[in-house]
T-cell receptor, first 114, second 109 residues
Framework: DGGITQSPKYLFRKEGQNVTLSCEQN?????MYWYRQDPGQGLRLIYY???????QKGDIAEGYSVSREKKESFPLTVTSAQKNPTAFYLC?????????????FGSGTRLTVV | AQRVTQPEKLLSVFKGAPVELKCNYS??????LFWYVQYSRQRLQLLLR??SRESIKGFTADLNKGETSFHLKKPFAQEEDSAMYYC???????????FGTGTRLTIIP
């Protein structure tokens, strides 16, 4: 079954702790993205990667970090520097560079800071 | 900077009535525009994109560069159309997909 897998589905974190959200795809897509979804604010881009070992900041990168060591994987770390980390996080991918490709989304991870 | 505006957070329409979800954008170049939909308990998925000029599930959207709009329309609403709809834009030479804030469409039986 091809697609994007995000894990875990629900995640709880204590204040001051870092936490890593997993995103894996078996679609052989080159580009991967992390979005944050908040009620009333839509989806905002955190980081994206067009190729292995390269990534760029999105619109709200502060307090987050990523890595892209493998084509299939694009984990997102929410650091203690992120002031308001409670949110729904979505990972996406697309086949390659170029505007005509549709994005495939994962099912999301809901992070709650307790 | 690119920006996508969806002025309606909530929209309720009776079954069988026409639907129009508004989307306006601000971008000086040549945009590529999309509509994404998220049904209850399902993943966000692509509904349609302007370059394809296609009709999906009875929905169409026309890019109006003069009015900088990309409104989503359907002549007769169905109950299964109830969902969250997002308009999104990609600018030329940029790989970032920018979303609007979304409109929650509810079809009243």
């Amino acid at each position: 079954d091809g697609g994007i897998t995000q894990s875990p589905k629900y995640l709880f974190r204590k204040e001051g702790q870092n936490v890593t959200l997993s995103c894996e795809q078996n679609l052989n897509h080159d580009a991967m993205y992390w979005y944050r979804q908040d009620p009333g604010q839509g989806l905002r881009l955190i980081y994206y990667s067009q190729i292995v070992n390269d990534f760029q900041k999105g619109d709200i990168a502060e307090g987050y970090s990523v890595s892209r060591e493998k084509k299939e994987s694009f984990p997102l770390t929410v650091t203690s520097a992120q002031k308001n980390p409670t949110a729904f996080y979505l990972c996406a991918s697309k086949p390659g560079v170029g505007r005509n490709y549709g994005y495939t989304f994962g099912s999301g991870t809901r992070l709650t800071v307790v | 900077a690119q920006r996508v505006t969806q002025p309606e957070k909530l929209l309720s329409v009776f079954k069988g009535a026409p639907v129009e979800l508004k989307c306006n954008y601000s971008y000086s170049g040549s945009p590529e525009l999309f509509w994404y939909v998220q049904y209850s308990r399902q993943r966000l998925q692509l509904l349609l994109r302007h370059i394809s000029r296609e009709s999906i599930k009875g929905f169409t959207a026309d890019l109006n560069k003069g009015e900088t709009s990309f409104h989503l329309k359907k002549p007769f609403a169905q109950e299964e159309d109830s969902a969250m709809y997002y308009c999104a834009l990609v600018e030329f030479g940029n790989e970032k997909l920018t979303f609007g804030t979304g409109t929650r469409l509810t079809i009243i039986p």
